[in-house]
């Protein structure tokens, strides 16, 4: 067993097999300093549109939330007066209002913030990170670096292919 696994080191060690690996590592190096910021580009429109799809399901909740409201005022004698007694300060003359809270007549008291108290908050979906090593190369110091060893890794490359078929 321990002869096979000696006589691939002699492949692996070889001046192609280098050669070929400095290529493809020089290739994936500069791809990755290429293709990150079409990558974060992408992950900032997924993040848009997660807030954009949040907002439109808070949204279509208030809506259907006023669609209910409003079939229910115009069916309930009691839920239309108590709305005309919130908005309006409009009371029936039987009645005696008592006022707990003293701050309440200088709040918001329409429909909408009504409604509001009813609605459920909506969280949007979190988008996933960008792999670290790909936002390593989105580093402005680094980049050149990244840049410049990758083309020396496929001329170095390129200069051992040459060398090993001349031999």
Partial sequence: MRARSLIWIPFVLSVGTISWG????GLVLMAAVVLAPALREVKAAEETRNDYQATLQ????????????AAAATKDQVLRERLASRQLNLNRKDQDVLILDPTMP???R??????AESLK???PKPVAPLNPLLAMTMNMALRPLLIMLACTAICLSFFLGVKLQRA
């Avoid at 329409?110 to 409604?115: F, G, H, T």
């Fill in 22 to 25: 400095l290529l493809l590592a």
């Fill in 58 to 69: 808070l949204l279509d909740e208030q809506i259907a939330l006023q669609k209910d409201f």
């Fill in 106 to 108: 200088n709040q918001d």
């Fill in 121 to 123: 908050p909506v969280a």
């Fill in 110 to 115: 329409s429909v909408k913030s009504l409604l």
